[in-house]
Structures are given as C-alpha cells and as structure tokens.
C-alpha cells in the first residue's frame, strides 16, 4: 500500500545539517490500521509530511500503491495526495463555512462531482461521522470531538486510499479520545480503508492499531504486531512510552533480590485470560507464587493479563514448562538474565 524504503531526511541549518529521520523502513499493507509513536522530537512530524508527499526525503524511496513517488510530475504529485485523507490535531476547519460545507469543499476543489453528487455525499459522510443533525452548524458551536468528526468526514470525501491521522485526538479528552477512536476503527472495519496513526500515546495504539512502529531519535527501534511491542517491550523508548500510558511504576521498584524466589513475567492472552491455568498449575507443581506486579486490559478487543509473581518452593521449572506449553508466555526476570519465549502473534 504504502512502503517507504531506507528513508533519511536531513534539514540544512547553520553549523550543521539536522536528521531528522534516517534508515527508516516501513511497509504499511491495505486495510490495516498502523501506529507509529515516539516522544516529542522522534520525527513523527517530518515522517507526516513525507508520507503525505508535503515533502521529499533526503534519501530513499516512498512508493503509493506501487507507484514511486519521486519521479512523480506535479499532475500525478497531486493525484498521490489525493489518495492520502488527512486528519489534524487541530482540525484545521474552515470557520466560515458550516460542517456540511466544511465536507464539501474538497470535492467542490477537486471539481470532479456536480453539485447534486456533492450534496448526495457530503449526506452520506454526515451520517458515517454522526452528524446529520449538525449539518448547518459553525464549528464554534460544535465541541472537540464533533470538530474531529468533521475533519475525519471531509478526509474521507474524495475516497482517498489511505487515512493519516496526525495527533487525531491529542487535544480531546480522554472519553472523546475514546469516541473517535471507535469511529476511525469503524471505518477502517467498513470500508476497509488503511489508516495510518501517528501519536506519542501508547494507549491510542494500544485501542485500535494492529501493527506499531517505534520512533527514537529519528530511526525506528521496535516495530511489530502491537500485542508483541505493548507486552514485551524491547527498547528502552518502547518501554517509557508503555509506562507513561499506564501511570505503571510498579515493576520499575522491583527489588528481585529481595523476592522470595525466582521471578517470572507470565502474559495471558485472550481466552487463556479466561482459563484457572494458573493456580492449577501451581497446585500440580507445589509450587507457591506472590505476585509483586500485574496489568489487565484489552489490545483492541483482546484481553490480557500480565503478571509478575516470584515463584516458592515446589517445582518452579516444571510449572513454568508447563504453562509455555499452555501457550503463555514466560519471561524469566531475576538472575539478570532475561529470556523470553516468544509467543506466536498475528503480523
Ligand atoms: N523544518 C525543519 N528545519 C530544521 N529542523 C527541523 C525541521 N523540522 C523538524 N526539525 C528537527 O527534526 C527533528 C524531528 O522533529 P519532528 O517535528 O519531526 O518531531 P516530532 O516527533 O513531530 O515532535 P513533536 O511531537 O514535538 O511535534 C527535531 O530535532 C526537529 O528540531
């Protein structure tokens, strides 16, 4: 769908020249919600301008369905854009012009559709976004959320390719957050339409993205199905951003020295969440457990649970054997070493 292939971006500046972004591979494939996170300064803003053609790479290729991007004159340059919808932290709504005109102004610039086509449409996006009722609105009289809907409809009006939702719901609260999240999964579920997801929230990715790049320092360092990164963060960013959306120091203070015995991390994924695995294999094995941290929640509609407990007496190896065999993942923590069992996950 979209690929971007050993992409670096460089901006001149006095002494000398800034990277912004440099090595980064990115294969985003249709239909498919992909995240990509970073902290402030990791990039997220010139990789926006890049993807949606704004802007060039110093290096590199960026392909659109195919098509290379860089040989493109400015006639294809502008039918490129138009596969690519934007969406913006700020909505960037026209304030003299109501929502339904606000929707219509792209296909009224594009001048492709009569006027009849154009209103039958905007109709159309009014009732995907849930707005019929505030067509003849001014976005002043329209709150945070109702602004976002807006600008999700008027992205979509040309039937562009692809979805890029910059910072989408930064400036909502989180109940609104949550409200347009649902709706861009919708879409995305619906009519099948790749949308590309940049945030600094884990908790955004974690919602509805199904796989997550991680910038750092203008270079991706993780990337993957999202339940691996959000579970089993390997970087150090990685880990920050997975700790800041979950207000989770807990397993920061762990003194495993100071655990009554081995320590493990056991992740559960959606129905072995469901399944007593734990304390049965515990009873089989004699083996006692407290446990010194833990998440639940959901990855998009999967639950997981993730433990940290230290294992007592018994037979710790054979229980832990014998919940990887169960298919959970076991992540040894104590010792120093960590080893981890993967545990096969869609992407
Ligand atoms: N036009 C520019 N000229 C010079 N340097 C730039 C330019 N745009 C970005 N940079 C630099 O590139 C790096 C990445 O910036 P970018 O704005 O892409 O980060 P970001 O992840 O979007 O940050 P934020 O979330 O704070 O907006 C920064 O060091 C920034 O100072």
Same mark, same amino acid.
């Given at each position: 769908?979209?690929?971007?292939?050993?992409?670096?971006?460089?901006?001149?500046?006095?002494?000398?020249?800034?990277?912004?972004?440099?090595?980064?591979?990115?294969?985003?494939?249709?239909? %498919?919600?992909?995240?990509?996170?970073?902290?402030?300064?990791?990039?997220?803003?010139?990789?926006?301008?890049?993807?949606?053609?704004?802007?060039?790479?110093?290096?590199?290729?960026?392909?659109?369905?195919?098509?290379?991007?860089?040989?493109?004159?400015?006639?294809?340059?502008?039918?490129?854009?138009?596969?690519?919808?934007?969406?913006?932290?700020?909505?960037?709504?026209?304030?003299?012009?109501?929502?339904?005109?606000?929707?219509?102004?792209?296909?009224?610039?594009?001048?492709?559709?009569?006027?009849?086509?154009?209103?039958?449409?905007?109709?159309?996006?009014?009732?995907?976004?849930?707005?019929?009722?505030?067509?003849?609105?001014?976005?002043?009289?329209?709150?945070?959320?109702?602004?976002?809907?807006?600008?999700?409809?008027?992205?979509?009006?040309?039937?562009?390719?692809?979805?890029?939702?910059? %910072?989408?719901?930064?400036?909502?609260?989180?109940?609104?957050?949550?409200?347009?999240?649902?709706?861009?999964? %919708?879409?995305?579920?619906?009519?099948?339409?790749?949308?590309?997801?940049?945030?600094?929230?884990?908790?955004?990715?974690?919602?509805?993205?199904?796989?997550?790049?991680?910038?750092?320092?203008?270079?991706i360092v993780e990337k993957g199905a999202v339940e691996e990164v959000f579970l089993h963060p390997r970087h150090p960013a990685t880990l920050r951003l997975v700790r800041e959306s979950e207000g989770d120091e807990a397993e920061n203070g762990l003194d495993l020295a100071q655990a009554p015995g081995p320590v493990y991390r056991f992740t559960f994924l959606g129905d072995d969440t469901q399944r007593p695995i734990l304390g049965a294999t515990a009873r089989e094995f004699g083996v006692d457990y407290s446990i010194l941290a833990g998440r639940v929640g959901h990855i998009r509609n999967l639950p997981f649970a993730q433990l940290t407990v230290a294992l007592v007496g018994g037979s710790a190896f054979g229980a832990?054997?014998?919940?990887?065999?169960?298919?959970?993942?076991?992540?040894?923590?104590?010792?120093?070493?960590?080893?981890?069992?993967?545990?096969?996950?869609?992407?």
């Open positions: 769908m979209i690929s971007l292939r050993n992409i670096s971006k460089a901006y001149p500046a006095a002494e000398r020249n800034v990277r912004a972004l440099a090595d980064i591979d990115l294969d985003i494939v249709k239909g %498919e919600i992909f995240g990509i996170i970073g902290a402030s300064g990791a990039g997220k803003s010139t990789l926006v301008r890049l993807i949606n053609l704004l802007e060039s790479p110093s290096s590199g290729e960026i392909q659109v369905d195919g098509r290379a991007t860089a040989a493109a004159n400015g006639k294809e340059l502008r039918a490129l854009r138009r596969d690519i919808g934007m969406v913006f932290q700020h909505f960037n709504l026209l304030n003299a012009k109501t929502v339904a005109q606000n929707i219509a102004f792209p296909l009224e610039l594009a001048g492709e559709l009569a006027r009849p086509q154009i209103k039958a449409r905007v109709q159309e996006l009014l009732e995907r976004v849930g707005l019929l009722d505030h067509a003849n609105k001014y976005p002043r009289q329209l709150s945070g959320g109702q602004k976002q809907r807006v600008g999700i409809a008027r992205a979509l009006a040309g039937r562009p390719k692809i979805l890029l939702s910059d %910072e989408a719901t930064s400036a909502l609260d989180p109940q609104t957050t949550q409200s347009v999240l649902r709706l861009l999964s %919708e879409i995305n579920r619906d009519i099948g339409i790749t949308i590309i997801l940049i945030t600094h929230e884990m908790d955004v990715v974690r919602r509805i993205c199904d796989r997550v790049a991680v910038l750092d320092g203008g270079r832990v054997n014998r919940l990887q065999a169960a298919g959970v993942v076991a992540e040894r923590l104590s010792d120093g070493a960590l080893s981890v069992t993967p545990r096969a996950v869609n992407g």
